[in-house]
């Protein structure tokens, strides 16, 4: 069970904009602690996607686009193309248990 | 362009010492801006940091983990390792490196080495 909760699945039509959220709790997201993204397309390692809540890497298309809200977090995705088909992961940290990076429990985003 | 690439001797046994090793090239592990850390991938599974160490040799582990696992660096090799003790089938995984920004509780992880599989069976 994950510290930060992600939905397993979303999928959309090529073009199409989907979301994948990342909840959290009082002791992470809510705690004011940054919330990152990562893409991890099938068969290699996970890329990073976004950091800071809301910032593209240099090379990261700015069809990708990050926010936070309270104890949640949100990825979106614009223009969805079928390169697009990965799992991404939010990564934050929770202060709970002395020093402790956490990761959600992933997404798999499926381009119809 | 920083690389991490991990290297380890194969499948381990239940009850043994998992032991890997990250070489870092393109950059040196003595930069006082960054953490080094392992993170890990059960098949089909979601990621869990396993922990992260400074190069002056500070460490932080995941508090699910401490008991079983240490990180250490060699600054002369510019690799640091793991390893982590009593494996059981549950520790079979996918195991990356990567680097960690030193900005705290608000750090990433970026870039990530490749992942080495590690089976732990007898």
């Known amino acids: 069970q994950s510290v930060l909760t992600q939905p397993p699945s979303v999928s959309g039509a090529p073009g199409q904009r989907v979301t994948i959220s990342c909840t959290g709790s009082?002791?992470?997201?809510?705690?004011?602690?940054?919330v990152h993204w990562y893409q991890q397309l099938p068969g290699t390692a996970p890329k990073l996607l976004i950091y800071g809540n809301s910032n593209r890497p240099s090379g990261v298309p700015d069809r990708f686009s990050g926010s936070k809200s309270g104890t949640s977090a949100s990825l979106a995705i614009t223009g969805l193309q079928a390169e697009d088909e990965a799992d991404y992961y939010c990564q934050s940290y929770d202060s709970s248990l002395s020093v402790n990076w956490v990761f959600g429990g992933g997404t798999k985003l499926t381009v119809l | 362009q920083l690389q991490l690439q991990e290297s380890g001797p194969g499948p381990v046994k239940p009850s043994e010492t998992l032991s890997l090793t990250c070489t870092v090239s393109g950059g040196s592990i003595s930069s006082s801006s960054y953490y080094w850390g392992w993170i890990r991938q059960p098949p089909g599974k979601g990621l869990e940091w396993i922990g992260s160490?400074?190069?002056?040799?500070?460490?932080y582990y995941n508090p699910s983990l401490k008991s079983r696992v240490t990180i250490s660096v060699d600054t002369s090799k510019n690799q640091f390792s793991l390893k982590l003790t009593s494996v059981t089938a549950a520790d079979t995984a996918v195991y990356y490196c990567?680097?960690?920004?030193?900005?705290?509780?608000?750090?990433?992880?970026?870039?990530w080495g490749q992942g080495t599989l590690v089976t732990v069976s007898s």
């Open positions: 990567a680097r960690q920004n030193d900005y705290g509780d608000l750090s990433w992880f970026d870039p």
């Open positions: 160490i400074y190069y002056s040799g500070s460490t």
């Open positions: 009082s002791s992470n997201i809510g705690a004011g602690y940054d």
